[in-house]
Nanobody
Framework: QVQLEESGGGLVQAGGSLSLSCTAS????????MRWYRQSPGTEREFVAS???????SYSESVKSRFTISRDNAENTVYLQMNNLKPEDTGVYYC?????????WGKGTLVTVSS
């Protein structure tokens, strides 16, 4: 059974940094693209960043140059380093992967950026 568990969220002032982690179990981790999404109240879940098994990275325009996605296949973990945080980065951050076109999601971790 595939499980994803996020951690690292919290409250931070604008301009600050946070590092999120997502640990996977029940999956041959190194094979799969891992993604981060976020959702703010009243909005749809939106793509933030992704990293393939070959460490090819992609970012949304709103976070490019501020966020960095990385992975440690030995630890089955994907990270999201978030710098220069803005109030509009506030939301629940979710880890995601797809196996055979079936999506898997973690329960999310809340990030709150105060102005």
């Amino acid at each position: 059974q595939v499980q994803l568990e996020e951690s690292g969220g919290g409250l931070v002032q604008a301009g600050g940094s946070l590092s999120l982690s997502c640990t996977a179990s029940g999956v041959w981790f190194s094979w799969y693209t891992m993604r981060w999404y976020r959702q703010s109240p009243g909005t749809e879940r939106e793509f933030v960043a992704s990293i393939t098994g070959r460490n090819e990275r992609s970012y949304s325009e709103s976070v490019k140059s501020r966020f960095t996605i990385s992975r440690d296949n030995a630890e089955n973990t994907v990270y999201l380093q978030m710098n220069n945080l803005k109030p509009e980065d506030t939301g629940v951050y979710y880890c995601n992967t797809e196996i055979g076109s079936r999506p898997y999601w973690g329960k999310g971790t809340l990030v709150t950026v105060s102005s």
